[in-house]
């Protein structure tokens, strides 16, 4: 079951000064740390961090949908923004300082003692960011105690990557708060990323089990989602896997059946998690016709997007609708049009050589490959390599695919501690595909 959170794995590419948006976004400064800090410490505000990346699809939707809202920026005054691109390696200061694990990741600082007040991991919806500014201005104001006061130990273990501690402090907190708790199903979402982050998943996995039933309707999915993850995470059949599986699907099930109601964008993921869902059960034309619906349904969307970063922030959950419904062929234009509207957007370029490799037209999917690794940055050039080398095993150009694949472990060789711990994932994937090649030892 593919889902956005709790792992994508590695807002924007720009200079060490304020990025010029559109007047309606947000305005953060981009990759430079110490002057926002300076900032924040000279107009005696809290510094508030966007841990992202260019090609992760949650930064995108969160940058378009969140980061613009009016309410958001009205909020946001009160805050100096920080925008950190996990792959500018201009970037390894703070990111051996604050280490993420998942993107996106939303992180607030007192400013004067560099203490995280609040951290948030994965995709957000404008309400939850909103809870968020509210839980940092409360622990800045050392205004807190009992599960408040345990949600902010958690989120502080949890920023110095002390998962285990984290997940402990987490889960008191959920224990300790009252049922109607207005934190809890972020205390619960938040014990579930620390024990995926420390990968106890048979925790995960059971927790989940436990406190989804007790959120509220409109907050179980994504933690029914997270601990859904855990157990099909797991490298070989666990027997404790499949009766949590089990148990969790009917929280897709209900939550999915108000996202058709109600046309919750935020929740159009669930679109493809139910496809797979039902492909597993065996039912192949409940899963073809929903596919269906998944792809017109982002199509539209999309097209309700004023400006090419709205656009762009359909276009990763558009390509695996087309892909699941047959549309990739009527969709290649709109991946090109996003490529041409942002230059700068390696992403949008490795899309379209994904797209292209597929309708089999393969010297131009290795032009696109190559117009996204002038741009790309860190360890993302590592994945824009292995989709190279696909693209040139799928055109029986094994030889070269190997040479690529070389070049990209070569390139992971040299990279920054934390970006080459952060792209361990990526790693891996070129050493199996290089392994997999026809003649490998």
């Known amino acids: ?58 930064c995108r939707t969160m940058e378009a949908q969140v980061f613009a809202a009016p309410d958001f920026i009205a909020k946001a005054k009160d805050y100096v923004l920080l925008a950190v691109d996990v792959d500018d390696p201009i970037n390894e200061p703070i990111l051996e300082r604050f280490p993420v694990d998942n993107l ?30 509210d839980d940092a201005r409360r622990a800045l104001s050392a205004q807190v105690s009992g599960p408040e006061l345990l949600l902010l130990e958690g989120d502080r273990a ?15 907190a959920v224990e300790q708060g009252p049922r109607d708790w207005s934190r809890r199903t972020r ?63 009917v929280y897709f099930e209900k939550a999915f059946e108000q996202a058709q109601k109600h046309g919750t964008k935020s929740q159009t993921w669930l679109y493809d998690s ?15 016709k929903l596919s269906e619906e998944y ?16 656009r762009a922030a359909w276009d990763s959950q558009l390509y695996i609708a087309a892909e699941l419904s047959g549309h990739l062929a009527d969709t290649l234009e709109l991946f090109v049009q996003t490529e041409r509207e942002l230059p700068d957007d390696f992403s949008a370029s490795t899309r379209v050589a994904a797209n292209l ?31 190279r080398a696909r693209t040139l095993e799928r055109a029986g150009r094994e030889d070269e695919a190997r040479k690529d694949l070389e070049t990209a472990l070569s390139e992971a060789e040299r990279l920054p501690r934390m970006q080459r711990e952060f792209s361990q994932y990526a790693v891996d994937a070129v050493r199996a595909a290089l392994s997999a090649l026809p003649g490998a030892k």
Not at 2 to 21: D, E, H, I, Q, S
Not at 104 to 133: C, F, K, N, Q, Y
Not at 296 to 309: D, F, G
Not at 368 to 384: I, S
């Open 187 to 249: 205390a619960v979402e938040s014990a579930l990323n620390a024990l995926w982050n420390a990968e106890a998943f048979q925790a995960c996995a059971e927790y989940a089990v436990r406190t989804v039933p007790s959120l509220d309707e409109e907050g179980q999915a994504g933690p029914a989602s997270t601990g859904y993850s855990c157990a099909s995470y797991a490298n070989e059949p666990k027997p404790w896997a499949a009766p949590a599986m089990k148990a969790l699907e």
């Open 357 to 387: 490799r597929e309708l089999g037209r393969y010297d131009e999917a290795l032009a696109a490959t190559d117009r996204a690794l002038k741009r790309a940055q860190g360890g993302r050039r590592l994945a824009v390599w292995l989709s």
């Open 274 to 288: 139910m496809a797979d869902l039902l492909a597993a059960r065996g039912d192949k034309e409940g899963a073809r």
């Open 1 to 58: 079951m593919k889902r956005l959170l709790p792992v994508c794995l590695m807002v924007l590419v720009g200079c060490a000064t304020t990025k010029a948006r559109p007047p309606e976004y947000a305005t953060f400064i981009q990759n430079d740390y110490a002057a926002a800090l300076a900032q924040a410490r000279a107009e005696r505000k809290p510094l508030f961090i966007d841990f992202g990346a260019v090609w992760c699809p949650p």
């Open 295 to 310: 792809y017109a349904k982002v199509l539209a969307y999309r097209a309700e997007e004023t400006t090419a970063r709205g």
């Open 104 to 133: 996106p990741t939303l992180l607030v600082l007192d400013s004067e003692t560099e203490t995280p007040a609040v951290r948030w991991m994965g995709g957000a919806a404008l309400e939850d960011v909103l809870a968020l500014l």
């Open 158 to 172: 949890h920023a110095r990557r002390e998962h285990e501690l984290a997940a402990r402090k987490y889960q008191e």
